[in-house]
């Protein structure tokens, strides 16, 4: 599976990723003993050039600003020549950058407007993290109040290595709103994104909002000030949006006891909570009865992805609901051993834990919900309807060299056992037979199922890449679902792999044969 969101690809500079980083020393150094275009030479051509050492680029750069200052050429066209460098992915970072400090340094009134609205473009899917201390930097030094949604968006993302209370759009927004509170200013785009949907089916104003949540979500990981924000009056002139979201929300935290937290996840609880038909009524109650009947203990934790195993439980083995994390663990413990396990290899460097997939090396990890969603699933992937279905579909998949397949766990229609549904991958996201995209008709479809899945069964013997990759775990940490990984490792037989949000992975052994 590949997540709907990008990485954010690693920088080489310091950790640290302050406001007051800039890059004029950069440029100097750069700049240090090269010889640029000469008078003759139009330096705009050089600095197109991307076959030009990036030295004599940002040369002809300074030329060019310094001419545009000093009257000699128009000011708009060299703007747009630095705005096509800074928005080209292919330019390197050390013209890159430069033309990005040139740009948010014009003091003419056209030049900070045309920077301003830049920024605003930029920050919120801007992956260079010199380039988003610069646009943060630049938004306080100027007081650009209405680029407040788009940091949001931008701190919204995490970064590895960088601690919240150090990044560059939080000084910003602390800037542009001096004496708020870091929470309310989020919950403010909430409420109120003051961004425009875009063309299309964009709605940016959609994504800035859910951003805002996820991002208080991290800031606030215990429920309590967000129930806070959420729970008090709405400003009179919020918007239809606002009030609805945040009827779903509390809706799902009063229902069962869950406070969505990642932007996937909100979608999904709005899509259960107003969904009117008969059977999606009935589950809404069911699931929300069985839920109430969890202890403190066991709501600890308790995340959308948890509550259709909470609500199988609840009918066929009501013993598990008045079982502690420690009793489920010992079930599972159980379980797992005497299995034979099949560990992932494929990377150099695994991801988290020695890519460890064993469940002592998680259980301080994992809550109660987990360890009860991983008992339904350990039922459901040996169940003889999903080991036959995973059969078929593994055949098919074998057989269609441009993608891998997948779908989704759930209860049978009957309420009684449980299927794997397959979706196969539209023509669009084939790319290879190393990767799943999981379509929209696969995640709507999927509101009230147990886990996604996804194989690893190009060729019988697949034991490297038995469990989920770093890509797998991308996209489980951004949807927030239970996910299944089946893996061929010899004739006839699969390996099961159940992995979740947080990275925690736990080898479930072979299934088939």
Known sequence: MRPRIRTV???????????????????????????????????????????????????????????????????????????????????????????????????????????????????????DRTATALLSAAAARHGWTDATAALVRSYARPLEGIPDADRPEREALRRLHPGRDLAEIVYGVFVDPQTDPGPGDLRLDERARLDAWEL???????????????????????????????SVLLATFDQFGVLPSRAAETRWAASLAEQGSPAAQRWWREAGEAAGRLGPGQ?????????????????????????????????????????????????????RKDATEKLGDWIDELVWGDLLSILVLDEAVRSEAVVRSVAEYARLDRADRATEYGGLIEVAPEGDGFRAVLFQPRTRDRGNDYRFVASDDMIRYSDRALAHFHMHVQRDNNRRIAGPSPGDLAYTAWSGRNCIVFTSVREGQMNVDYYQPNGAVIDLGLIGG
């Open 216 to 246: 208080l979500s991290r800031l606030h990981e215990t429920r309590g000030r967000r129930e806070e924000l959420l729970r008090a009056a709405l400003p009179e002139d919020a918007g239809a949006d606002a009030r609805r979201l945040r």
């Open 9 to 127: 690809r690693p920088m080489t500079r310091p950790r640290s990723a302050k406001l007051s980083l800039l890059v004029p020393a950069l440029a100097s150094c750069l700049l240090a003993g090269c010889s640029g275009p000469s008078r003759d030479e139009d330096p705009l051509l050089m600095l197109r050039d991307h076959a030009a050492p990036p030295v004599a680029r940002v040369r002809a750069l300074e030329q060019a600003w310094s001419e545009a200052e000093g009257g000699e050429r128009d000011r708009a066209p060299t703007r747009a020549v630095l705005k096509d460098l800074v928005w080209d992915g292919n330019t390197p970072e050390q013209v890159r950058l430069p033309a990005l400090q040139t740009l948010l340094d014009d003091t003419s009134p056209e030049g900070q407007a045309d920077s301003r609205r830049m920024a605003i473009l930029m920050l919120p899917t801007e992956r």
């Open 299 to 351: 709501r600890e934790g308790l995340e959308l992805r948890h509550v259709e195993p909470v609500r199988w439980a609840d009918e066929h083995r009501p013993q598990w609901l008045d079982a502690s994390a420690a009793e489920l663990e010992s079930q599972l413990r159980g379980r797992l051993e005497g299995r034979e396990h099949v560990r992932r290899t494929a990377e150099n460097a695994p991801t």
